[in-house]
């Protein structure tokens, strides 16, 4: 799902979503998009694999890897990038639009394998890790945000969390859930949600306290509803744009997405030429990735004729902060007859 908030007066596309029921569809229409490796550096890149729903020779890709060589692909993934994804972003010449483009189909597909999510959970997650993403780049090195889907659904609850520096972690209340389609034939991620509150917590460790923004769900959607959050809380006229693409056998197979932002004294000129750009997409974000574009790619397209400066090009990936000494402390703080 991708979701988009009205610049200026007018709504500069519609929501579209893709599942696993239209993989037959998209590989007809755009081409089947996938990783190739030889042997010799399938083991060195291994948690590329979470990823890919095709093996290079045709035959399905349905795990990873058993016992201690998935172990050796969950260790490969927590401690590095996956080849493949990126992040890029740039701004106008005139200083009046700022453009990022991620491309995270290996660190979303990675944590999905980590927390064994069903397609729906993978979906939702996957969603949420993107936008975060989108939001935290650019920010100081430090500086986190924190996406929280407090809601009703059978899901319970979403969190993600990225920092400045690209590096993103996530889960779900229950990764297990599993809902039929929607009426559309599309993974339900806005019946797993529910109703609820989100909230979007900015942070940086100097800082006295964090700044939160609350506002009510509105479709569970999840990319839908963070650009209404960026409307209706921090009054930034934005353009957002997320997708996961879940194939037939239950994987990640592409994640990503675009965010747009226009900022203070943007002309009426400018405006113009962003509805014009996005209008010209005609595609998904994930529909984008599988006809072979590149991260810096859409970022051209969606930046054409507004003389954008030097890309800025990093590679998002998994970080969890969690450690043995912190854990010590907080079972410290546990009373013994809890």
């Known amino acids: 799902m991708f979701g988009f908030v009205s610049i200026g007066s007018r709504n500069v596309a519609t929501l579209q979503s893709h599942s696993n029921t239209s993989v037959n569809k998209i590989c007809r229409e755009y081409g089947h998009s996938t990783m190739r490796y ?8 291994k948690s590329v694999l979470y990823c890919c729903g095709d093996s290079g020779d045709g035959k399905s890709v349905n795990s990873v890897a058993d ?8 260790a490969l993934f927590l401690t590095q990038a996956v080849p493949g994804d990126e992040l890029v972003r740039t701004i106008s ?6 453009c990022k483009v991620v491309k995270a189909s290996g660190l979303v597909s990675g944590s999905c394998s980590l927390f064994r999510t069903s397609p729906v959970a993978s979906a939702a997650l996957g969603r949420a890790l993107v936008c975060t993403l989108l939001l935290s ?6 500086e986190t945000v924190n996406i929280e889907f407090r809601c009703s659904g059978p899901i319970k609850s979403i969190v993600a969390i990225a920092n400045g520096l690209g590096e993103a972690r996530g889960y779900v209340g229950d990764p297990k859930v599993v809902l039929p389609p929607n009426a559309d034939g599309k993974l339900d991620v806005g019946k797993a949600v529910g ?34 959050y960026l409307a209706d809380s921090e009054q930034t006229p934005s353009a957002l744009g997320a997708g996961v693409y879940v194939n037939r056998s ?3 197979e592409v994640a990503g997405g675009y965010l747009v932002e226009l900022l203070p004294g943007c002309e009426e000129s400018t405006i113009e030429l962003v509805e014009r ?4 997409l005609g595609m998904t974000p994930t529909q984008l990735f599988q006809a072979g574009f590149s991260a810096e790619e859409i970022v051209e397209k969606l930046m ?16 969890c902060t969690c450690a043995i000494d912190r854990v010590k402390r907080t079972i410290a703080l546990i009373k013994l007859d809890e």
């Not at 030889?38 to 890149?45: E, I, Q, S």
């Open 195 to 228: 109703k609820g509150i989100l909230a979007v917590i900015r942070n940086h460790p100097f800082w006295k306290q964090p700044y939160t923004g609350l506002v009510a769900i509105s479709s569970g959607e999840v990319a839908e509803d963070i650009a209404q």
């Open 93 to 98: 010449a005139n200083g009046q639009v700022a």
């Open 250 to 252: 239950g994987l990640v």
């Open 67 to 74: 016992g201690s060589s998935r172990a050796e692909s969950e």
């Open 304 to 319: 054409r004729d507004l003389n954008p400066m030097a890309l800025t090009t990093s590679a998002p990936r998994y970080k």
């Open 38 to 45: 030889t042997a010799r550096n399938m083991m060195r890149c």
């Open 277 to 280: 750009n996005i209008a010209e």
């Open 137 to 142: 780049t650019g920010k100081k090195d430090r």
